[in-house]
């Protein structure tokens, strides 16, 4: 058996189409929906964990694909709780993409998210616990 | 034209006094010079948040009804050893202390070290209750032999921070020059000078401030994490005869204070604890001097910057442990720490702090605004430290 978890984005003109159904029926996997957004004519989200057979899931995301839905694995995100931050600066030097920075005029240290890669090192050296890492769900 | 702190504060008192931070006055005292500066300024602030392990609260637990004597027992708070060898009802818990049983550095390194005591005093701080677990063993006067408890502050009839070592007067720079990483109170150093950590808040520190101690002794009232604090002492390990810079300023780690407020007036935006891993729990307080603008000397001396303060650089991976290899790998200045890297043995190192200078300047701004609102008036000192240098220059 085979566990993950994913992000399924819809774009408009299938959202209406019945995919979980079909990979439950069809493919004989597993579906969990964690999280869902998706409304009729608009672009859809769906953060799912599939559990099944890799043989199952393999197909399954293969027909996912084949309709036009975009499969990526669930990513796990480093969140900067700014208030329980001092910008002491202890995480600058171990970043090793610069996502966390310190202005040196007003000595605020700031989190570019999109500079992250999710390496953990600032988890273990901010004293302060101030960055926690949580599942990209939004 | 020397001023008197009694002069200072009656223009305190009458909102009059002219107060900037030490690191707005060295503006003020590059624009107007140091003869005409020293006519306009009273007052200069100092500031600092860090780490400062040497620090602990006192606490005086009201009696339950039918009395017990924890003196010569034990007692536990959250699960955090306090130490009882004190009276009836009084206990201390420090900073670093850690539940027994705690998952350490043995059970798989590095430890985390989520809860100790210095979280206690920051539950207390932020109005949260504690369990209080006692034991004695029961005298005449004290029959009660355990006791099992929630208790916060409104439990204790006093509850106050006194700290062995506070605020030291500079402080290593911490390397590793070894081929491992190693987990250290200077933080996580990468291998072969992959990082460096300082930790100081330079300029606006307040024993940098005045270096030979002629303001700060003891009875000296500081701001300590939203309490009016009081020096109490000089700090353990307080090293007057450090070798100094020309400016009068330590290279070394020297001067300390033992600081003493009262818990109740403190805020968890001035208090923390805080968790090293692979070395243990510690307390970052917020601490603000005032120092009186009595001549031109001192003015000189709280105008100094981050380019005329120097720290000694030190491998924490064998030269601290050990007292094996070369004692110095170098000295910087804080302007160059500050720019986020320094260079050593041919190399450029980068650097961060575990002190937080936008919190000092906010512990600084603080306190001057007190100051300038008449809510803090500065006080002499009851007792010079040792090696204090009251009358160095004013002779000259």
Redesign the interface.
């Known amino acids: 058996m085979k566990q993950m978890k994913l992000v399924f984005v819809f774009p408009e003109n299938i959202v209406e189409e019945p995919v979980t159904y079909h990979l439950i029926a069809d493919y004989g996997v597993r579906v969990n929906i964690l999280r869902a957004s998706i409304d009729p004519g608009k672009q859809g989200r769906m953060v799912v964990e599939l559990v099944g057979e890799e043989i199952q899931i393999s197909q399954g995301l293969n027909y996912l694909e084949s309709v036009g839905v975009l499969v990526t694995p669930l990513a796990k995100e480093i969140r900067h709780l700014d208030d329980r931050c ?9 970043c090793p993409t610069q996502a966390l920075e ?1 202005d ?1 005029e ?4 700031s989190f570019d998210p999109e500079k992250c890669i999710v390496c953990f090192s600032c988890l ?2 901010c ?3 101030a960055m926690s890492v949580e599942e990209q769900l939004a | 034209m020397a001023k008197t702190i009694e002069e200072i504060n009656a223009k305190i008192r009458s909102g009059k006094v002219v107060v900037f931070t030490a690191e707005e006055i060295i503006d003020v005292v590059q624009e107007k010079g140091v003869k005409q500066a020293v006519r306009e300024v009273d007052v200069v602030t100092t500031g600092t ?3 400062m392990c040497s620090s602990g609260a006192f606490f005086n637990v009201k009696q339950p009804k039918e009395k017990m004597k924890l003196g010569g027992g034990f007692a536990t708070l959250n699960g955090v050893p306090a130490y009882a060898g004190l009276a009836a009802a009084d206990i201390y818990v420090g900073a670093t202390a850690i539940p027994d049983g705690d998952p350490r550095n043995s059970n798989g390194r ?1 430890g985390k070290f989520r809860y100790g005591g210095a979280h206690v005093i920051e539950d207390l701080v932020a109005g949260k209750k504690v369990l209080l677990r006692g034991g004695g063993y029961g005298t005449d006067c004290y029959p009660r032999k355990t006791r099992e408890q929630m208790v916060g502050l409104e439990d204790m009839n006093d509850a106050f921070l006194f700290n062995p070592r506070n605020c030291y007067q500079n402080y290593n720079v911490a390397v590793n020059l070894s081929d491992k990483p190693i987990y250290t109170y200077m ?2 150093l ?1 291998p072969k000078l ?4 300082y930790c100081s808040a330079g300029q606006l520190s307040p024993l940098f401030n005045d270096p030979y101690f002629r303001t700060i002794g003891i009875g000296t009232r500081v701001f300590l994490s939203g309490a009016e604090g009081y020096v109490a002492w000089p700090g353990t390990q307080h090293n007057p005869n450090a070798p100094r810079l020309k400016n009068g300023t330590p290279q070394t780690p020297a001067g300390t204070v033992a600081l003493i407020g009262d818990m109740r007036q403190m805020t968890t935006e001035w208090l ?1 604890a ?4 692979g070395y243990g729990v510690t307390l ?1 307080l917020a601490v603000g001097v005032p120092i009186p603008i009595l001549d031109e000397d001192m003015l000189r001396s709280v105008s100094i910057t981050d380019e005329q303060l120097k720290a000694p650089v030190v491998d924490y991976s064998e030269f601290y442990p050990t007292g094996q290899g070369e004692a110095k790998l170098g000295e910087v200045t804080y302007k160059e720490l ?3 890297s320094i260079h050593i043995k041919d190399q450029d190192v ?10 000092a ?1 906010k512990v600084a701004h603080h306190l001057k605004q007190l100051i300038q609102d008449g809510d803090f008036l500065l006080t002499q000192f009851q007792a010079p430290f040792p090696g204090a240098v009251i009358e160095k220059e004013t002779a000259k």
Request: charged residues 15%.
């Open positions: 001092t910008s002491c600066t202890s995480c600058v030097p171990h310190v040196r007003s000595w605020n240290v273990e050296v004293i302060y616990q | 948040f860090s780490p590095p933080g996580k990468k992959g990082n460096a950590y923390r805080v968790c090293y891993t970052s500050k720019s986020g980068p650097t961060g702090s575990f002190s937080s200078y936008a919190l300047r």
